[in-house]
């Protein structure tokens, strides 16, 4: 840009080309300002969608607490049945070697009296035999 001469006052051309300069650089920042504008549109595009992303997310945790909370439900039910069953076996394991002691001792009891009749059965025929052969 040229000066103005001291007394203040510009020529028709040199007032040309001040406007022509003018006009050239409004020309460049209109398009400035149409690509910052194009910019802002689709800045605020991807704004929307990350907020709706954001919303998506937000629901999906909320999702995976509820979801979380019912399997530790589920996790609790299971250990008390499985409790339950150890406290179920125990006792039948118990109460299986109490009948197997009482088994036991029955079968232990038939043999006993079976060994006495054997034994007594055959003392009495040794004796028997002795005194059929003529005596001691």
Known sequence: MT????????????????TDELTQ????????????SAAAVADDARMRLLEETQRRHDDDIREI???TGAMKEHYTQILGRFDSLETK???????????????????????LAFVR????????????????????
């Open 117 to 136: 009749y054997v034994l007594g059965g055959t003392i009495i025929a040794i004796v028997a035999y002795i005194f059929a052969k003529g005596g001691v």
């Open 89 to 111: 076996l125990f006792t039948l394991l118990q109460q299986s070697q109490i009948d197997s002691v009482k088994e036991r001792t029955a079968s232990q009891k038939a043999w």
């Open 65 to 67: 607490k509820v979801a």
């Open 3 to 18: 000066q103005p001469p001291e007394g203040g006052v510009l020529t028709i051309e040199e007032l040309r080309t001040k």
């Open 25 to 36: 650089q409004l020309s460049a920042f209109s398009a400035e300002f149409a690509r910052l």
